[in-house]
C-alpha cells in the first residue's frame, strides 16, 4: 500500500514568489491535514479536510495561505506571496479513522 | 493555553531501557499519542492511550495518568535504529481532530 506523498520534498523561493505543496494521501482516506514544523518548534496544526470540505482551518496562519482538496483526492497549499516566516517543514497527514494519523516525509520550505 | 512538554534530549546505551517523559496541560483531551521519527523521514505512528494504564506493543510501552496529565514512552532493549526523534500530541476534546505536538525528544543511541 503506497503511504502518503509529498511533492516536491524540497523547495527554495524568494520572498513574495508562490510556491504550491501537494499532498497526495493514502488512497481511501477521508480524512487529510496539513501541519507545519517551524525551526524549532513543534510540529502545528494548519487544516483538516474531510473529503473535499474544511472540517477545521483554524490553524492556517493568514490569507496567504490557500489549501484545496478538490474531488476528495489529493491536497495542495499554495503559499501567495511567501514570506521569510513561512520557511519550515510542511506536513501533510491523512486517516481512515480518527486514532492513527499517517504522515508524510514532509515539504521542506525555504523563502529567502 | 496548550503546553506539552518532553525533554529535548537524551542518550542511551545499546540494549538498555530508556523512558521518555511527556506532561500536558491541554483545554481538552481524546488520546495522548506518541510518534517516532528518524531525521528527514515522516513522523510513524507508535501508540495511542485514552484511558489511564499501560499499553504494551513489543519493545515499546507507553503510559497515561489522566489525573497528572502524565504520559512516558518505555523503550526496552535498546537497538541502534532506534536513535531518532519521538514526539509526544495530544488530541484536542471530541469533535475535534486537532492534535496538539510536543517539540520531540532527540534519542542517540550508542554502542
Known amino acids: 500500500e503506497a503511504g502518503v506523498t509529498q511533492f516536491p520534498s524540497h523547495s527554495v523561493i524568494e520572498k513574495g514568489q508562490t510556491v504550491t505543496l501537494r499532498c497526495d494521501p493514502i488512497?481511501?482516506?477521508?480524512?487529510l491535514y496539513w501541519y507545519r514544523r517551524v525551526m524549532g518548534k513543534e510540529i502545528k496544526f494548519l487544516l483538516h479536510?474531510?473529503?473535499?470540505?474544511?472540517?477545521?482551518e483554524s490553524g492556517m496562519p493568514n490569507n496567504r495561505f490557500l489549501a484545496e482538496r478538490t474531488g476528495g483526492t489529493y491536497s495542495t497549499l499554495k503559499v501567495q506571496p511567501a514570506e521569510l516566516e513561512d520557511s519550515g517543514v510542511y506536513f501533510c497527514?491523512?486517516?481512515?479513522?480518527?486514532?492513527?494519523?499517517?504522515f508524510g516525509s514532509g515539504t521542506q520550505l525555504s523563502v529567502l | 493555553g496548550q503546553n506539552i512538554d518532553q525533554p529535548t534530549e537524551m542518550t542511551a546505551t545499546e540494549g538498555a531501557i530508556v523512558q521518555i517523559n511527556c506532561t500536558y496541560q491541554?483545554?481538552?483531551?481524546?488520546?495522548l499519542f506518541w510518534y517516532q521519527q528518524h531525521a528527514g523521514e515522516a513522523p510513524t505512528f507508535l501508540s495511542y492511550?485514552?484511558?489511564?494504564g499501560l499499553e504494551e506493543k513489543g519493545r515499546f510501552s507507553s503510559f497515561l495518568s489522566r489525573s497528572k496529565g502524565y504520559s512516558y514512552l518505555l523503550l526496552k532493549e535498546l537497538q541502534m535504529k532506534d536513535s531518532a526523534s519521538y514526539l509526544c500530541?495530544?488530541?484536542?476534546?471530541?469533535?475535534?481532530?486537532?492534535?496538539?505536538f510536543g517539540t520531540g525528544t532527540r534519542l542517540k543511541v550508542l554502542a
Open positions: 479536510f474531510v473529503k473535499e470540505s474544511k472540517q477545521d
Open positions: 491541554t483545554s481538552g483531551f481524546n488520546g
Open positions: 492511550n485514552v484511558l489511564d
Open positions: 488512497s481511501g482516506h477521508d480524512n
Open positions: 500530541a495530544v488530541r484536542g476534546p471530541s469533535g475535534t481532530y486537532k492534535y496538539i
Open positions: 497527514a491523512s486517516s481512515f479513522s480518527e486514532v492513527k494519523l499517517f
